[in-house]
Every structure is written in C-alpha cells, then in structure tokens.
C-alpha cells in the first residue's frame, strides 16, 4: 500500500491487486442483494434487469443517461470533498453540512448581487467554495488548537450547519412570499446561471432528453483533475499524502502537520461547496426546505468505493447514480426501492473488506519479496489498520504513530 | 506500537460503522414505503376506461400511520367505487428523485398522477408542463397561482382543526399548561402551532402554552424521528404541561410514549390516531385527534376525475364547513366538552373567528 514498500512486486500484479478489491466486492454485494430480493420473494434478475436496462426508445435512453450524470455530478464532488480529507487520515463527516451552508450563502449571495454572466457564475461558486472551506476550517482550528478530534467537531458542527441554514432561511435570506409552503432564498437571475450541456448531446446527433444536462459536469471534470494533479504532483500533495501514510515520518522529515491539517481541511470544505451547486445553478436557481439533501453523507460512501483516487471516485458516483436512477422503475416492476440502498450499502461493505483483505495480501507478498531481498523483516510498522503485519515489530519511530499529524496533541503523546 | 496500529484501526472502523449505518438508516426508513408497494399494483384489470392512477407519496412512503397512509386510503376508497388500479412512488431519502419519479409515473401513462405533500411543490408545475395530457393534483400546495391547467391543488385549513384541538386541550388540561411539538419547522406545520395557539387562548385566556419543533427548515428527520419526538414531549410533561399536541408525522409515536410513561395526554393528527396505535397504553392516551381528510380530498378528486369534472389550474380548499379537517371522537374522552367545540366551530364557519396561519 505504501508508495516506499520495496520494489520488486510487478506494475502488472499490483494493479491486478488494486482492481481485485473493488470488483470482488461487487461480485459479493450483487449475490447478497439477489439473496435479498430473493428472500422477499422477488426476482432478483428483474431486478438487475430494470438496473441496467437504460430505456426502449433513444429519447428514453438519452433521458436516463442524463439523468445518472446529473445525479453522479454532485455524489462526485462529495466523494471528492471527503477523500481529500481521507488521504491525509482526517475523516471529514462534515462535508454535508458545509455543502449545505455553501449552497445558501452561495444561492443568496447570487441572487443579491447582478454581474455580468461568467462573472457572476465564478462569483457564486467562489462564495459556495469560500464558505465550505470557512466551515471546515473551524473543525481544522479545534483540531490544531486543541485536540478536538474532526470525527466528534465535525459531525456536531452538521447540526449547527443545518439549524444555521434552517434560520437563515426562514429569516434574513428568505425570498419566497410568507405564507408559501416551500421556503426558498431568492431566484438567481439568469446570468448567475449555469448554461446547461444539452446542446451538446442533440449536436452529437442524440435525441433530445426530458431533462438538461448539468454544465457542472465541466467543473465537477476540471476539479477532479485538478485535485488529482495537485495530489500527485505537487509538494502539497505529497505532504499530503506522506502525512496520511505516516504523520511522525513526516514531521521527521519538515512537514508542519499543523499547517496540514488547515490546509488539508479548507481544501476538502472548498470542494465540499461546490457539492450543491450542480443543482442550485443547473436547476432550481434557488435554495429551498426542499434541496437536496444527503449528498455529503452518500459522499463517505462513494470516497469509500473509489478508494479515494479521482477516478475511482467518478466510478463510483457512476456506479451510485445508475444505482439511484433505477430505484423509481423497481418501484414499478413492485421491487422495494429499497433494494438499491441495500445493494449501495453491501456494496461500500464489500468494498472495505475486500480492500482490507487485498491490502493484506499485497503486503505479505511484498514482505515476502524484501525478506528475499534483504534477508531482514521488511517495512516495519508501514501498515495501517487492523492489518497486523506477521511480524510483531517495532517501527523506527518506536510506536508514537498518529493518524492526526498533530504532534503535541494528547493524542500524540500517549505511547 | 500496539496503541498505534488500534487507532488508526478504529478510525477506519468509525468510518466503516458510520458508512453502513447510514446505508442501514436508508433502509430501514423507506422499508415501509416500499415494501409494502408490493400490495399496491394488484387493484384492477386494467380496463381501457379504468383509472390508471400514479400516487407520488411523501418523504417516508407509505405505512406512516398517518399522512401517506392516508392519501393510499382516498385511492383505494375511489378504486373500490370506480374500478382501476394504482401505481405507487417513494422518493429517496434525500428527495433528489421526486422529478423523475413523478415525471416517470406520467410517462408510463398513469393518469392522473397525484402528488402527496407539498414537497412536491417546486417540481409538480415542471412535470405538468412537459405531460400537457395527464392530470396531475398535488396535496398541500396551492396551484392556483402557477397557471397550469392541467394541476389542481388540494389544500386543507389544518389552523382550523388545529384550533379546535387547542381548544379541547385549554379546556382539558388540569394544569393550565399545555404542550405543542412540530415535525419540522415549515410553514405547513406552523399552521397548525398557529391554529392551535390560538385555540387555547379563545378558550383560556391564562393558559401556558410550550411549542417546540424538532428540527428546523429544511431538515426533514424531524416527521420521522420518535426518540426526539419522545424527549421533546417528555420535557413538556416534565416541566408541567399536561396535554402535548403533536404534528410531527412519524415522530407523534415518540409524544405518545411520552405521554404514557407521565400518565398525561396527548393529541394525534392527520389520521384517527386512536385507531391508528396498536398498543393499548397509547389509545389510553389519545385525548383526539386533529383529522385532516387527505382521504376525502383524494377521493374527491379522483371521482371529479372519473366524471370528467375536474377544472384544473384551480385549488381546493377543505376546511371545517366541508369536513375536510375536524376533530375525532374515538375513545370519548371529549365528549363532554362538545357542546363547547361545536360553538367554536361555528364561530369559525360562520366567519366571526378568523384563525391565523402564523404563529
């Protein structure tokens, strides 16, 4: 698992290795939903039928794929939002709740203020980034300053987010006529708005959908490559990483876990704000009691699945979206549309498993292969997780392994 | 090094524990909904005049005991009469399928497509316009407005029943305090707290009166959330109120077990929750129950329907004057207080009492 295990192992292995986890885990999550549906005495092959079948007619078919690209959008950017926070070993639980704050003060913000078109898009979605990031960024000062793990603030801070949204909704930023069943801010005028991609789909000869295709897709595709370079190919994100793998080895070597955990933390925030703007600038130019909701909660899931690289995580946002889209139609065929949450959580189940056991397996071939090289127990304490290594040995930072990067905390100075 | 390798393990535990029990917390709170959907699609042959009617339920699906339940009961009073057959629709969790959902229902050729709840209220004029041939009604929402001739809405004055209900309780309560607990702090619900508020007070000027709402606007766990529902009235009993008013859907379950764990009172809404309630020890307890007709008004509409007589782009109101909400009697623990209620009532029928919808 780690980039500093020895060499040795083969590209072609290891990559068979990565691809094993995710795909037994669907392999299992598929069997156990079929035992499902079989159990409450439906057929689990219609099931997976009316799943994969996109529709009869062209026009059908174009609608359902606009349709799971909509819906794969913002589980996407969730995904995203949480795995940045994940690489480094923080467990950002707050994603739904800054999203949920960035959407208002974005929508509000939109709807206040009158620019010309591009610039008031770049507008909202700067005050939707700045905002998540603001709110995530209380849970990265508590944890800097004074220890508070981000699992416990940033779950609390959920609550807060949403009364927070709840009174500012009903109070200084309601638009909708008092009285209306629906509270919502104000409408965004049409400069604010995200033109939409469906332009695209008829000039490439397809039938015209029911519904507009998000031009959020762009953005959602430009962050996600954004963030996946700055991971990979920038100090930061190898800071990033590093403190993840290992939060004292990286304070050993000059990384202020401190500065990490801020950065990391507005970083995962700025793009969990983004997570409503798919919907806000694409179709309801508002933000109501009746948004959205959920997504940063679907977004652990979906990080999950995607064993946090961008790509894996569009898969998976993918994979949830075809998941959700079916959920109406099943209800037709007299399938619970339940069995999509049931197939969504075996499979996220099936996936952390079948990833502990993949990693268990890669890393006893690659002690297997240094103890051949060196003759010497390899990569001592390199893992992470229940995985004990067979060797019960004793890292070369003596045990005071972290997974916060915070030194000073009283976490870090338990033995 | 032990301590070490646990931590980080737990953290990966934590995450795991909270993936699959929000994956679980999905299932388990349209397991109703859904799984009772089964018994739904067997109501008729099919007929080519017979009526095809899609049924778009609110957040929670079917088998609340209350709202949806009630809605599924207008349906199937109207295809007991008419003949036909019904398709059924549960949102998810999140209520980002709502569109398609009801989009789907019109498609498929079910007409009418009937929308409960007015959640639905930002979709159902987008959806009507892009299906200019199927009739669409939507419960809770007024349409009038909009401007679509093929939506009808179906509203109810729940400020009206509601008011009776504060009224039954001002006169009831042996403590002079009374107790009110909101689903959600939206403005529907606030109706009722309006309503209610203002009951007891035309009935009892000195009455102390606590209303609290479980979550705010836009959080939508509050209709189906009994623990909270349960801690919210239990404080209200606590602090001396005697009867607790709820209008919180799934979560009333919780201000029932409340009320029987105080030995005081409690009011029910939408249904006749005394009927509603398998436990005993809970219909002990079930003063009344705010009825408000989703059932009735469904029906209406769907007989409207048949007849050919439905106008579309135009709201109808049931209120007090057309037994569309009203007080339920089961139980007869407010029996003795008719006399008072009905003077009300035709105070507010006649106009002299005008009930606010605000608190």
Redesign the interface.
Known sequence: MSPASPGGMGAVRRAGLALLGPVLALVVALVISGIVIAA?GEDPFTALQVITNLGETPAAQVQAIV?ILN?AVPLFLAGLAVSVAFRM?L?N?GVEGQY?LATIMAAAAGAAVSLPAPLHVLFIIVVAMVVGALWAGIVAVLKVTRGVSE?ISSIMLNFVA??L???L??GPLRGSA??????TTSEIPESGRFPDLTGVLTGLGLAEP??ELFGFLVVAVVVGVIVSVVLARTRFGFDLRATGLSPSAATASGVDTRRMVISTMLLSGAVAGLIGLPDLLGA?YEY????????G??G??VA?LGRNSPLGIALAALLFAVL??A???L??E?I???????I???I??AV?VANEIARRLARRSAEREGARATGAPPEG?G????G?PPT?D??PD??????TGVPGTP?GA?? | MRGALMRKGSVRATALLLAGGLALAGCASDEDGGGESNGGGGGGGGGGDELRIGLAYDTGGRGDRSFNDSAYAGVQAAIDELGGEVQEFSPNDGGSDRVEGLATLAEQGYDPVIAVGFAYGDSIGEVAEDFPDTTFAIIDSEVAELGIDNVTGIVFAEEQGSFLAGVAAALKSQTGQIGFVGGVESPLIQKFQAGYEAGARAARPDIVITSEYISPAGDFSGFNDPARGQILAQGMYDGGADIVYHAAGGSGTGVFQAAVASGKLAIGVDSDQYETVDDPAQQAVIMTSMLKRVDNGVQAFLTDFAEGSVEGGTDTRYDLESEGVDLSTTGGQIDDIQAQLDEFRQQIISGEITVPTTP
């Not at chain 1, 109501?288 to 997504?295: Q, S, V």
């Not at chain 1, 619970?336 to 049931?342: F, G, M, W």
């Not at chain 1, 003596?398 to 997974?403: D, K, L, Q, S, V």
């Open positions: 409450i349709v819906r070993g467990f639980i949920r699992v949403l009364g949204a709840g009174y909704l009903t008092e009285g209306d069943g629906i509270v029911r519904s309801d109501g009691t009746e948004f959205t909701a959920g997504l909660f679907l652990i899931a999950l959700d889209r959920a109406p139609l209800q037709f007299d619970p549309a339940s069995v999509v949450t049931i969504q959580g075996t996220v189940l952390v304490g893992g992470s997780g229940p004990t019960p004793v890292g003596g045990g005071h392994r972290i997974h976490e338990r033995p």
